[in-house]
DNA sequence: CTGAAAGCGCTTACAG
DNA sequence: CTGAAAGCGCTTACAG
């Protein structure tokens, strides 16, 4: 509505004091800084975004890019992930842009555009792969960013990383006093890093209590419900199937209980199943599963407040932040 | 990185007709044309958006604020709803503003925000109230929106309605087709336009097949799981507790199947449970509910177009555009 | 068909 | 402590 002339002009003041006054500059007088504000606050003054981002070169917005299958799962993970992204951004008058892309391409020219038209000052990442191109082509762009994860593409960059080694040992140990012994586990994506590092700390899990980990208990899901689904009927139609499945994440274990269903087993008794996320959409839930948790929406703040010392041009506390899940048992482990 | 000028530079022509070429105007040698835009693609020129938004007085973005309470439930819900908005305006190269608000009064300050700094075009608008004073505070701001549902304001804006009369009056059928004929509805908070109208879908459809409307079959719960659970816990105390229990929204009804469950009732047989929106996690959750399904993408996806034609200038086909949900069954209501 | 120039609304050295 | 002025990078009437 109104500009800044508009409030010098109601004072008789140049637009430079308005400016500085409400800026908080301290060469300004106090009770002319007082003024401006309330003239301002009255005339519903706010600066415009745009001219304040092309003077000072900085867009005051961070960009997220919903990956191109969040759609169909992890639902309750990404909304809890942009609410804490919007959180801690509008904590600090920044914005949260938000695009979803179908493909990679699409996400790559997303990506681009953003970066060339100046639209963000620095990227939250997620999900992040083995090897990763985002990582790669931000670095490259020399745009800012923060990730959710540590990818191994040699680059090192600011961000957090869940380490749930001592979670899994503590599930183990839950299951076997539970006499669970013979585990398996569904993975997702193999070139994930949550894919990845979660089946290593299974194994090691098993091998600190001395079980040998069999290879044909490991298969890999898509890390959908009905991948779980899949993949649970094929490992209880082993001969020597499981009486634990633990599983890459939350909503692979859903179609796990499922199956486990069809297959007349009672949950928690004669079949443990396990989760990793923590995102269970609520208590009530027909089955709450047992999970390793991860504080999303923290870990999401977190990203934030890194991201944004970086565009600040602050030194970084800590350029790698390590989050440890914590187990949460329910029925479907035996309570 | 490089700005118009660099292009301009680059090709000994004046920043004007790299400009003109761009932006795709007919006044332009199609020789010209065609070399700035191999130019600029091979320099990675995006125009900068702060300085185009600046000049033309547009921020060819769209703003949507995720309800305070939209982390506790609806989840899948509002996911599908920002993927549709943010394919429909990435198509059109507009971007999508995210941010969510704890409480009114914050929902309040960043609309105020965003309109007195022109950062958005547009707004779209979700969760209707019966009185919503976003319809009244957007009108007088005379910022653009469309919105899913119709607030009851006396102000005339373009929305979509979700029309589930028939859907329930079908839903109702199927019911008594599978002898569940002692039918409750667990309602939501009174003031929302969508508890508002499928209590009332839910009542004449009863009045259809001449059952009487019993107003204590008619709770209200906080549509929530845990609230679902809890009130349906009170329906099945009842002297003569229903044997169907129809809910506003599908979390509802994740609680009453479990209520239902711990009431040792056999889901389908003993009691039928559906709920509404159809945004179920995916196919191979525990038990799939029957639910009416509105098609939530697209709906945003209609809301972007309408709402860009406004902001184009553009004469809308439709101010009122109506969807009627599907019905969805399961074996929640005996299949 | 192309270019020179104004101006969008700010912020910030610079001068006083 | 305050103001005049430059300039961020575009778009678009206007002139030729």
Same mark, same amino acid.
């Given at each position: 509505?109104?500009?800044?002339?508009?409030?010098?002009?109601?004072?008789?003041?140049?637009?430079?004091?308005?400016?500085?006054?409400?800026?908080?500059?301290?060469?300004? +007088?106090?009770?002319?800084?007082?003024?401006?504000?309330?003239?301002?606050?009255?005339?519903?003054?706010?600066?415009?975004?745009?001219?304040?981002?092309?003077?000072?070169?900085? +867009? &005051?917005?961070?960009?997220?890019?919903?990956?191109?299958?969040?759609?169909?799962?992890?639902?309750?993970?990404?909304?809890?992930?942009?609410?804490?992204?919007?959180?801690?951004?509008?904590?600090?008058?920044?914005?949260?842009?938000?695009?979803?892309?179908?493909?990679? &391409?699409?996400?790559?020219?997303?990506?681009?555009?953003?970066?060339?038209?100046?639209?963000?000052?620095?990227?939250?990442?997620?999900?992040?792969?083995?090897?990763?191109?985002?990582?790669?082509?931000?670095?490259?762009?020399?745009?800012?960013?923060?990730?959710?994860?540590?990818?191994?593409?040699?680059?090192?960059?600011?961000?957090?990383?869940?380490?749930?080694?001592?979670?899994?040992?503590?599930?183990?140990?839950?299951?076997?006093?539970?006499?669970?012994?013979?585990?398996?586990?569904?993975?997702?994506?193999?070139?994930?890093?949550?894919?990845?590092?979660?089946?290593?700390?299974?194994?090691?899990?098993?091998?600190?209590?001395?079980?040998?980990?069999?290879?044909?208990?490991?298969?890999?899901?898509?890390?959908?419900?009905?991948?779980?689904?899949?993949?649970?009927?094929?490992?209880?139609?082993?001969?020597?199937?499981?009486?634990?499945?633990?599983?890459?994440?939350?909503?692979?274990?859903?179609?796990?209980?499922?199956?486990?269903?069809?297959?007349?087993?009672?949950?928690?008794?004669?079949?443990?199943?396990?989760?990793?996320?923590?995102?269970?959409?609520?208590?009530?839930?027909?089955?709450?599963?047992?999970?390793?948790?991860?504080?999303?929406?923290?870990?999401?703040?977190?990203?934030?407040?890194?991201?944004?010392?970086?565009?600040?041009?602050?030194?970084?506390?800590?350029?790698?932040?390590?989050?440890?899940?914590?187990?949460?048992?329910?029925?479907?482990?035996?309570?």
């Amino acid at each position: 509505m109104s500009t800044i002339k508009d409030v010098a002009k109601a004072m008789n003041i140049s637009i430079a004091t308005v400016s500085r006054a409400l800026d908080g500059y301290d060469d300004v +007088a106090a009770e002319t800084r007082q003024r401006v504000i309330e003239t301002a606050q009255k005339m519903g003054y706010s600066p415009n975004r745009a001219a304040r981002q092309l003077r000072r070169q900085k +867009a &005051e917005t961070v960009g997220f890019i919903l990956p191109a299958n969040a759609q169909r799962f992890d639902e309750p993970f990404f909304m809890e992930f942009i609410s804490g992204l919007g959180d801690a951004l509008s904590e600090q008058n920044f914005d949260l842009l938000v695009a979803n892309a179908k493909t990679e &391409e699409m996400e790559r020219s997303l990506y681009e555009r953003w970066i060339n038209s100046r639209k963000v000052d620095g990227i939250v990442l997620n999900r992040i792969q083995k090897q990763d191109w985002r990582v790669q082509y931000l670095t490259n762009a020399n745009m800012l960013f923060t990730a959710l994860g540590k990818s191994q593409d040699g680059v090192e960059y600011p961000h957090i990383r869940i380490d749930g080694a001592q979670g899994y040992v503590e599930l183990v140990q839950h299951l076997l006093a539970n006499g669970f012994s013979r585990m398996a586990f569904i993975g997702g994506h193999e070139n994930l890093i949550n894919h990845i590092d979660r089946l290593h700390w299974f194994q090691s899990a098993l091998e600190k209590f001395g079980i040998p980990v069999d290879s044909k208990m490991c298969p890999s899901a898509d890390m959908t419900s009905t991948g779980g689904y899949i993949v649970a009927g094929q490992l209880l139609a082993l001969p020597a199937p499981p009486n634990a499945i633990l599983c890459v994440n939350d909503e692979t274990a859903f179609g796990v209980l499922h199956a486990a269903h069809e297959h007349r087993l009672i949950i928690g008794r004669e079949i443990a199943i396990a989760g990793f996320d923590g995102v269970q959409d609520a208590i009530h839930t027909e089955y709450p599963i047992t999970t390793l948790k991860i504080p999303v929406s923290n870990v999401a703040r977190q990203l934030v407040y890194m991201l944004l010392a970086m565009i600040n041009g602050k030194p970084l506390a800590e350029r790698q932040v390590k989050i440890e899940p914590k187990l949460i048992i329910t029925e479907s482990t035996g309570g």
